[in-house]
């Protein structure tokens, strides 16, 4: 579902890679009072990076528990984020590109699901957009919709009616400046966020991969300076 | 799906256990010719001894390739499979057990189907069944059938039209007795798989658990010697 009721209180699973769009949804679930179980996989990402911002994020949000799960998804390839294939930087061209992960958000919820019902919460948020996105299909709100309806089949909470799982995805209708508009709004230090899919070095974002020019199209056009360090 | 349409020549993704069922599975796919990719994960279960039948089982049918990949589902505990809760030994009883481990056929299947899309595979198999089962919600068609769909709206492949992905489930409406029958037609070496949830220090089924009573009951039903090494 695309806006949270109230989550209040709540035990709630937010899955936090450590980005801009999965950190605006810690700042909004931390906001609304949910007890915010942040989740972050560790797939062997190309930009491990991510994985610090998601700590600092964790910590700076002081949520209820952070796990950081290892989940080797280079064991399989299939995607310029887990395997040695270049990261494109032509910029954000029609199409799937190369650096969608097979099947990595089915996953991530998956496994935010055990979570989830491992701890009594009925509520998971994933800061996926349809808009000004990079063309991911696991991004739609038609494939949140039908993760829904399979985890209310899938687990015992949902078939003995104890949970009526919910995959809150507040930003699905955002542009990218929307989101930034958000975040700042949520008082969130988007600082701390980390985007870029080939980050240097010397730990600065590249500035030309998609993930880079739709962070930097996003300040730009929500008219809010750009804290990022650009390579 | 329940039934198989023919796999003969096509990449397929089989969750394997190391456990009676799955291994039927593995020795249908392989017998029937298709390119087995076998898909163990370790979940850091309390019965660790089934990851190295798997391995043997993977082994034996010469499978283009066995990944075994951690996912420590201990993380989140919550059963009494991957947490310090006792198994229970008093019989099988009505209800959802506590071996149930939140969302685990969610989670094996959408890492299954991560490592299809990679390698070109539009075919996943799990050896589920809803009858003389466990009372997992995770094991039933309705479960099977939401999983299919959401995988078809998941993926670059789905999307695209370039796969269509079906979740083949050839134990689904057997018996525990029916799928004794139909390894032993398979020629499946049933010594080699193991089930026991409670494993003894040297290496024995325990022989009371929900599953061990299932395998002796399948058995024995079957009318088929029971080459188990029992406590």
Known sequence: MQTSESLAGKPVVVLLSGG?????????????????????????QRHRIE???????????????HIILPLDLRSFGG????????????????????TYVPARNTIFLSVALGWAE?????????????LDYSGYPDCRPEFVAAFEAMANLATKAGVEGSARYAVHTPLLALSK??????????????????????PTPDGLHCGRCDSCRLRQKGFAEAGIADPTGYA
Chains 1, 2 share one sequence.
């Open 51 to 65: 994985l610090q911002a998601a700590k600092t994020l964790a910590d700076r949000y002081a949520v209820q528990r």
């Open 20 to 44: 801009l769009d999965s950190a605006t949804c810690l700042a909004l679930a931390s906001n609304a009072g949910a007890r915010v179980h942040a989740l972050t996989i560790d797939y062997n």
């Open 177 to 198: 400046a929307g989101i930034v508009q958000l975040a700042a709004r949520e008082g969130l230090d988007m600082g701390l966020t980390w985007s870029c899919y080939d």
């Open 79 to 98: 995607s310029a984020l887990t395997a040695d294939i270049d990261v494109p930087k032509q910029g954000v061209q029609p199409g799937i590109p190369i």
């Open 118 to 130: 491992a701890v009594g919460a009925a509520d998971l948020m994933i800061g996926v957009n349809a």
